[in-house]
């Protein structure tokens, strides 16, 4: 398919194994849209997110494409399906154009190409991200009929300010009859079963309406991400709490950094098993963490972390250790009949 007087050229590739220089503009395509995204922070190095697209997990099956104008990559789209058997008709959708190409109709010729590989699949619902930094997402996702799901806050907190007492405090909770386990790295053998309940608590955290249910980790899946952090230089730190009368998860936290982004401290995710709320185990362990990064990632700035809007006791906890507001994502989810129609309704 050719757009604006042959002027732009689609083609779907493979990006783990695209070719260069195409590899290299598609990354670059990326920072260009992080950077519109977040401008305040520095550019993400080249190098890491080229290993980045070099890597995808054993689960992810995309379906990806580009549009280029000459040798430049202007615009890209995925949609993903996760094969490890839960939510099997949902798929994960991504849609990104440079701001200098946008309404020329290169989204929606985009949209036509998720629909067209997603044909004869069911009745297959498509939850994608927009940005209220970048209001073409929004204004985009309005067009094509998709309904917003969940509402989030990305928020962060300056390590700088972070209340040491505080801190200090929380890390003190330790409630009798619990303990803390530390994994740097890679899960040992004898926490998988241990990891996994951890995992899957992020199931209890708000989903709106979004149209899928529980996703379940398996111990494979788990080795499969922790070979992709490993390949792409990510260092990552979990507590466990373990409730030592039984053994079980009590609840888990855990963050990432790479050291050639030094300034930013993903945090990957935080929760409690719901049988053992009501300990502060979730300021326990998230004290403990910070504790740790200030003693050891002095060079860290921030600490960057993702809430659903309600989901009002982790954003309480959040809210007293200095997380602030920075922007908020809403995951919009489009429907496969409703995207026919908008197609059709374009001419498309």
């Known amino acids: 398919m050719t757009l604006v ?48 697209f070099r890597r995808r997990p054993a689960v992810m099956d995309a379906t990806e494409w580009i549009v280029t104008e000459g040798d430049e990559v202007v615009a890209a789209a995925n949609v993903v399906r996760w094969t490890q058997g839960s939510n099997p008709l949902w798929r994960d959708a991504w849609i990104g154009v440079l701001p200098e190409h946008r309404r020329r109709g290169i989204a929606s010729s ?16 498509f939850g994608s991200d927009a940005n209220d930094r970048v209001p073409a997402g929004a204004a985009f996702h309005e067009r094509i009929g998709a309904r917003p799901g969940l509402s989030n806050r990305k928020s962060q907190a300056a390590l700088a300010e972070v209340d040491r007492a505080l801190m200090r405090e929380w890390a003190s909770i330790d409630p009798a009859g619990y303990r803390l386990v530390w994994v740097s790295g890679d899960v040992p053998d004898e926490l998988m079963a241990n990891a996994i309940v951890a995992y899957d608590a992020m199931n209890t955290a708000p989903r709106g309406d979004l149209q899928f249910g529980d996703w379940h980790t398996t111990a494979d899946e788990i080795r499969d991400w922790e070979r992709l952090r490993r390949s792409s230089g990510y260092e990552q730190w979990l507590i466990l709490a373990i409730h030592e009368a039984t053994g079980e998860t009590a609840g888990f936290t855990q963050v990432q950094r790479h050291p050639d982004i030094p300034w930013e401290v993903k945090q990957q995710g935080t929760a409690v098993v719901p049988a053992h709320r009501g300990h502060g185990i979730g300021k326990w362990m998230k004290a403990e963490m910070v504790e740790r990064i200030l003693r050891e990632w002095a060079d860290a700035t921030f600490i960057r972390t993702g809430n659903a809007y309600s989901n009002a006791p982790m954003l309480s906890i959040n809210d007293r250790m200095g997380f602030r507001t920075v922007w908020s994502v809403v995951v919009w989810q489009s429907r496969h009949d409703d995207l026919v129609r908008y197609l059709e309704g374009r001419g498309l």
């Open 110 to 125: 985009l949209v036509r190409r998720i629909v067209e590989a997603a044909a004869g699949q069911g009745d297959l619902v």
């Open 5 to 52: 007087g042959s002027r732009y050229a689609t083609r779907q590739v493979d990006v783990t194994t695209l070719p260069e220089p195409a590899h290299t503009s598609y990354c670059r395509l990326h920072m260009r849209l992080g950077q519109e995204r977040v401008p305040e922070d520095p550019p993400t190095p080249l190098h890491v997110v080229q290993k980045r």
